[in-house]
């Protein structure tokens, strides 16, 4: 394993959370593209060596992350509570929020024709959506997006990545 990608493995690894590729380019002087690469072939390194890490690309931003086969066992080792599975409501907001982002309340709650505050604010402490800022409408009502973790939890790189929605 050459220097930078030690490097781009220690970066990963203390930072806990997905990291910037810009700041990652600065911090090894390196161009973007150049750190892609180096990303790219430590992702094969991990593989190919057995490690039980991947790394992640999530849009613009690189994560060193447990492979799932492996949750289980780090759950027990760190008492980790299992997060409970989302709700079939929690879905459909899902849903409504990724695919028409940003949103407010009341455009899922007339798209789904009830009440929705709660399970929005689930998907808030579940990290899965986040406020967006407010609309440009009448009583400035707040706005909702996914968030970088949404993407990872659903294996995404970007929101583009979503599959196409069926014609109905």
Same mark, same amino acid.
């Given at each position: 394993?050459?220097?930078?990608?030690?490097?781009?493995?220690?970066?990963?690894?203390?930072?806990?959370? =997905?990291?910037?590729?810009?700041?990652?380019?600065?911090?090894?002087? +390196?161009?973007?593209?150049?750190?892609?690469?180096?990303?790219?072939?430590?992702?094969?390194?991990?593989?190919?060596?057995?490690?039980?890490?991947?790394?992640? %690309?999530?849009?613009?931003?690189?994560?060193?992350?447990?492979?799932?086969?492996?949750?289980?066992?780090?759950?027990?080792?760190?008492?980790?509570?299992?997060?409970?599975?989302?709700? %079939?409501?929690?879905?459909?907001?899902?849903?409504?929020?990724?695919?028409? %982002?940003?949103?407010?309340? =009341?455009?899922?709650?007339?798209?789904?024709?009830?009440?929705?505050?709660?399970?929005?604010?689930?998907? +808030?402490?579940?990290?899965?959506?986040?406020?967006?800022?407010?609309?440009?409408?009448?009583?400035?009502? +707040?706005?909702?997006?996914?968030?970088?973790?949404?993407?990872?939890?659903?294996?995404?790189?970007?929101?583009?990545? +979503?599959?196409?929605?069926?014609?109905?």
């Amino acid at each position: 394993m050459i220097e930078q990608q030690k490097q781009l493995l220690a970066i990963l690894f203390a930072g806990g959370e =997905a990291v910037e590729i810009s700041r990652i380019a600065q911090a090894l002087e +390196l161009e973007p593209g150049a750190v892609l690469r180096h990303a790219g072939q430590l992702r094969e390194r991990l593989e190919e060596q057995g490690f039980p890490f991947e790394l992640l %690309q999530v849009g613009d931003r690189l994560q060193l992350a447990t492979r799932s086969e492996y949750a289980q066992v780090v759950r027990d080792a760190l008492e980790l509570r299992r997060n409970a599975p989302l709700s %079939q409501a929690a879905f459909e907001v899902l849903a409504i929020i990724a695919y028409n %982002q940003p949103v407010t309340r =009341a455009f899922i709650e007339q798209v789904r024709g009830v009440d929705s505050a709660g399970v929005v604010n689930s998907l +808030l402490e579940k990290q899965l959506v986040e406020e967006a800022g407010r609309m440009e409408l009448p009583g400035r009502p +707040l706005a909702y997006q996914t968030t970088a973790n949404f993407l990872r939890c659903f294996g995404l790189e970007s929101i583009e990545a +979503l599959p196409e929605l069926p014609d109905t």
